[in-house]
C-alpha cells in the first residue's frame, strides 16, 4: 500500500473566516514537511522496530508511521499519510518533536497529547482540531508494536477494548488492524501479533475474531 502526501490548495488559503486561518509553522510543516517518506519504492522498513497504520482513506485521512528506539528513546520517525494540510502539518512537526534533542524518551511520547502539537504549531482552526489526534494515534499504535516486538508485554497501552489475550496485550481492535493490513489466515495473524501462543482459549477468540472481521470487510 503507498500512501501519499495530498495537498489541497483550498485547505490553505481562500477562506473568507479568520477562523480558518492557518499559522505560519502549520504552513511551514504543510509545503515542507519534516521526515516524510516520499518515496515507499526506496524506503527500508527493516531499519524500524515500531509501526503503524491509523485511519482509513474511505473516511478521510489515513497514516502510516515507522520509529525506530534505542535505549528507551526514539530516535527516528518517519511516515506518510493522505490528509489534509492540517494532518500533514501536525505530523510533521510530531514527528519532529518525538525525535529532537536525542529522541524522546518513550513515557515522555506515550504522555504526549494533541494539545502539544497544536500549541508547538501556534495552533489550527478549530474545524481542524482533530486532524492533530491521527498522528498522536499512529505514534501510540507504533510504540505498542515496539513493545510487542520487544516483548515489553506489560509496557503495552490499552484503552477501550476487548482484551482477547492478557499475556500478549492483544485486543480486538489489534486484530481487526491486523485484518485490515492483510492478515487473512490466522497462520498470519498469530505471525504478526504473537496471539494465542501456548494459549488455545486465546487463539480460539482470536481466530473466530479474524474470520469475523474477514467477513466484514472483503465477504
Not at 37 to 48: C, H, I, T
Not at 51 to 65: E, H, I, L, T, W
Amino acid at each position: 500500500m503507498t500512501i501519499k502526501v495530498v495537498k489541497t490548495d483550498g485547505d490553505v488559503e481562500g477562506r473568507n473566516s479568520q477562523s480558518w486561518a492557518y499559522s505560519q509553522q502549520v504552513k511551514k510543516h504543510f509545503f515542507h514537511p519534516e521526515n516524510l517518506v516520499e518515496d515507499a519504492a526506496l524506503f527500508d522498513e527493516s531499519k524500524y522496530n515500531g509501526a503503524s497504520v491509523v485511519g482509513s482513506p474511505a473516511c478521510g485521512d489515513m497514516m502510516k508511521m515507522w520509529i525506530k528506539v534505542e535505549n528507551d528513546r526514539i530516535v527516528d520517525c518517519k511516515w506518510q499519510t493522505f490528509g489534509c494540510a492540517s494532518a500533514i502539518a501536525s505530523t510533521s512537526m510530531l514527528s519532529v518533536m518525538a525525535t529532537e534533542n536525542g529522541g524522546m524518551k518513550v513515557e515522555g511520547a506515550l504522555a504526549l497529547k494533541p494539545q502539544d502539537i497544536l500549541d508547538r504549531l501556534g495552533g489550527l482552526p478549530p474545524r481542524k482540531v482533530h486532524c492533530s489526534v491521527l498522528g498522536d494515534k499512529a505514534l501510540r499504535k507504533a510504540l505498542n508494536e515496539y513493545f510487542r516486538r520487544s516483548e515489553q508485554y506489560d509496557r503495552i497501552v490499552v484503552s477501550g477494548s476487548i482484551m482477547i489475550d492478557p499475556h500478549t496485550r492483544i485486543t480486538d481492535s489489534d486484530i481487526e488492524a491486523a485484518v485490515l493490513e492483510g492478515a487473512d489466515t490466522f497462520d498470519k495473524l498469530q505471525k504478526k501479533l504473537k496471539v494465542g501462543i501456548g494459549n488455545k482459549e486465546a487463539a480460539a477468540k482470536a481466530e473466530a475474531l479474524m474470520k469475523k472481521y474477514i467477513e466484514k470487510y472483503y465477504d
